[in-house]
């Protein structure tokens, strides 16, 4: 593969600009220093002004703002800091992976994810269909590394749960630590809801995380044979779950000041009880791209679905057509 792929893939974080650029087939690595873009494809140079640059940027801009609109919502923002950046990683799945979120409009067709996933620079989860049963099992749906360290992996740390809260989600780390008393099925992923949002629509995201968060060090009666593990916790919840947890946890720690529950199309509904005209919601789609957003399955977390006969598209979210 071209020089200019790999240097791209050099990158942990992007920019959403940054992505964009790639996401449409162009490097903008050289763009400051001498006007050119670089298309991925053949490596062929473009300059500022001519055509094929100008038609480039047109895409670049759709897809920033298709990008943006996605990390705003996950985030609970209404806005994002240009210099703010985020996990290539998790920017390339949300690009590739559609979800049917109201927000997305279809997904990105990145025509190298393939060969990045073969080649170890993207984790499994990322490229579901790019590596055989086999394959996966034998490096993990998480590990990946970059073209310039590749003998070093990066694979998710896998922490000591006494209750929710502890260890912090760091995908640039090497496993390190044993593996702990309760193992945990998901853990917080490579982005989480602000704890100050700026709008009123997003005040309740920070205790959606908690109720689904919670989950984690929590150890159902019902368990999956999973070599090296004693006992495990709760699984991810589907979108369905996760919503009627948040309406059980919300009756008794938000009484009388939040009216949570379920709306129309089975939705997540929500309201102040001081501004009840306005009502806000989440579809089950969009409740389930938050919760891949901010949590991500662990390695034990992909063999307990394996062990109860779940199929890949119950844990991994299949690719949609690439969008014209």
């Known amino acids: 593969m071209n020089k200019t792929l790999l240097q791209i893939l050099g990158?942990?974080?992007?920019?959403?600009?940054?992505?964009?650029?790639?996401?449409?087939?162009?490097?903008?690595?050289?763009?400051?220093?001498?006007?050119?873009?670089?298309?991925?494809?053949?490596?062929?140079?473009?300059?500022?002004?001519?055509?094929?640059?100008?038609?480039?940027?047109?895409?670049?801009?759709?897809?920033?703002?298709?990008?943006?609109?996605?990390?705003?919502?996950?985030?609970?923002?209404?806005?994002?800091?240009?210099?703010?950046?985020?996990?290539?990683?998790?920017?390339?799945?949300?690009?590739?992976?559609?979800?049917?979120?109201?927000?997305?409009?279809?997904?990105?067709?990145?025509?190298?994810?393939?060969?990045?996933?073969?080649?170890?620079?993207?984790?499994?989860?990322?490229?579901?269909?790019?590596?055989?049963?086999?394959?996966?099992?034998?490096?993990?749906?998480?590990?990946?590394?970059?073209?310039?360290?590749?003998?070093?992996?990066?694979?998710?740390?896998?922490?000591s749960l006494g209750g929710f809260g502890v260890g912090t989600y760091d995908e640039y780390a090497k496993v390190e630590s044993d593996r702990a008393e309760v193992t945990p099925l998901f853990e917080a992923g490579a982005i989480g809801p602000t704890k100050e949002p700026d709008d009123s629509k997003y005040e309740l995201y920070p205790f959606f995380y908690e109720v689904i968060a919670k989950q984690i060090s929590i150890v159902p009666e019902k368990q999956a044979e999973i070599e090296g593990v004693e006992k495990h916790g709760m699984p991810r919840p589907t979108a369905a779950k996760a919503r009627d947890l948040i309406i059980e946890a919300a009756q008794s720690e938000l009484k009388g000041v939040w009216q949570v529950y379920i709306g129309i199309g089975s939705s997540l509904q929500w309201y102040l009880y001081e501004g009840i005209e306005d009502k806000y919601q989440l579809t089950l789609p969009a409740l389930n791209s938050r919760i891949i957003d901010w949590f991500s399955k662990t390695e034990a977390g992909v063999a307990y679905d394996e062990y109860f006969g779940l199929k890949q598209d119950n844990f991994f979210v299949k690719p949609a057509r690439p969008k014209k």
């Not at 990390?71 to 240009?82: D, F």
């Not at 996990?87 to 997904?107: K, Q």
């Not at 989860?125 to 998480?142: F, Q």
């Open 11 to 159: 990158k942990k974080e992007w920019k959403l600009g940054f992505a964009a650029w790639i996401f449409a087939g162009y490097s903008p690595l050289k763009k400051q220093e001498t006007g050119l873009i670089v298309r991925l494809a053949d490596e062929e140079e473009f300059p500022f002004g001519c055509i094929e640059y100008r038609e480039a940027e047109k895409a670049k801009n759709e897809i920033k703002n298709q990008l943006a609109l996605r990390v705003m919502a996950s985030r609970g923002l209404t806005s994002i800091h240009a210099k703010e950046r985020f996990s290539r990683n998790w920017l390339i799945s949300i690009a590739t992976i559609a979800t049917n979120e109201d927000i997305v409009d279809g997904n990105i067709d990145v025509w190298w994810k393939n060969w990045a996933c073969k080649e170890h620079y993207l984790p499994a989860y990322v490229v579901p269909d790019a590596l055989s049963d086999e394959e996966r099992k034998k490096r993990g749906s998480y590990s990946w590394r970059i073209p310039s360290r590749p003998t070093e992996i990066f694979d998710p740390r896998e922490y």
